[in-house]
């Protein structure tokens, strides 16, 4: 709750300071994945429902740095995740007519010791958070777990290598000065080695609405809200509980601080992997993050944002996101 409370504080604050310049734009939403070692799916990041200019290109690069500790067991189960996934994706997106573009996107995933475990200790006695049983434990460790009667999954040492590949269009179905809708689809490949972590080890194919607006009668923010269901080939590794039609979600609000500044802040949200699991497992994901972007030239634009697993275990403890954006035609 103190993580929660926080969060709404700073971004009132920001949103407060905002509130002296109307000049707001629809724009994207932020580039937030859930990058938890047992997600058990890549689902499509969230985006606005724009469609650039016809022949027009854009080039997203996102680093993304997700902090694990989870320890759960019950009789049947026993899941430990300690480590650091560091996330890189180059995205390309183009512009086929007015209203498609398709997208190619291509992450490189590595599973390693990471270096946040003490400055993660240090935030949470800063705020008086619970730390679990970090304390119990070695910093900047590697130790991913999980075990049933039938299946164990163990990694400790470092993977990396390329994740798994997606492809994906965007239809734009309705278009007015405050209000874009539009229709997308796309496919995830199992591209990624699921036995290191690095994918979800199987396809996923999806289908999402995507609604990007201005509110003019609520202080001109900004928002976006994108929903949609992914289904899975195959199940999380031939277990028989896992849910292989799965929702995803995410809304958006960005409030411009000045010409070249805006506050962004974001609920991710989705369904869980498996019935009847221990907790990371069994639960519906919810992520809360908060950002800042910054727009350096006509063409460029660099967002730094941060995420919490506002449902506590049921994604990393804490994501640093940074994302570049370059626009040409």
């Known amino acids: 709750m103190k993580k929660i409370s926080g969060s709404i504080m700073f971004l009132a604050a920001l949103f407060r300071l905002g509130s002296l310049n109307d000049a707001v734009a629809v724009e994207e939403p932020l580039y937030v994945q859930n990058l938890s070692p047992v997600a058990g799916a890549s689902f499509p990041p969230p985006r606005g429902a724009d469609v650039l200019e016809r022949g027009s290109n854009v080039i997203i690069l996102n680093t993304s ?37 398709v997208s190619l996107s291509i992450p490189i995933v590595s599973q390693n010791k990471g270096f946040l475990d003490s400055t993660i200790s ?5 705020w008086g958070l619970p730390d679990g049983e970090r304390k119990y434990f070695q910093n900047d460790d590697l130790h991913y777990f999980y075990q049933t009667p039938s299946l164990t999954l163990d990694l400790s040492s470092p993977s990396s290598g390329v994740g798994d590949i997606g492809l994906s269009s965007n239809y734009l179905i309705y278009s007015s000065p405050v209000l874009k809708a539009s229709l997308a689809s796309g496919v995830i490949f199992s591209s990624g080695n699921s036995e290191s972590f690095l994918g979800a080890g199987s396809e996923q194919i999806s289908f999402a609405v995507h609604m990007s607006g201005v509110s003019q009668a609520f202080h001109n923010f900004g928002w976006n809200i994108h929903a949609g269901y992914a289904y899975s080939t195959s199940d999380w590794y031939a277990i028989k509980d896992t849910e292989r039609f799965r929702w995803f979600s995410s809304a958006s609000l960005n409030r411009k601080m000045s010409d070249r500044m805006s506050a962004l802040i974001q609920l991710d949200a989705h369904h869980r992997l498996m019935n009847n699991a221990t907790k990371p497992l069994d639960r519906v994901v919810a992520i809360l993050s908060l950002g800042l972007r910054f727009k350096l030239h006509e063409k460029l634009i660099f967002d730094l944002s941060f995420s919490e697993d506002i449902k506590v275990e049921s994604a990393p403890d804490i994501t640093f996101n940074g994302t570049v954006r370059y626009k040409w035609k």
Not at 75 to 100: A, P, V, Y
Not at 122 to 126: G, K, R, S, Y
Request: aromatic content about 10%; hydrophobic content about 35%.
């Open 65 to 101: 740095l997700a902090n694990h500790f989870v320890i759960q067991e019950n009789e049947n189960e026993r899941l430990f995740l300690d480590g650091q996934t560091t996330k890189i994706t180059m995205e390309w997106r183009r512009s086929l007519t007015d209203r498609l573009d």
């Open 122 to 126: 240090d935030w949470h006695d800063l």
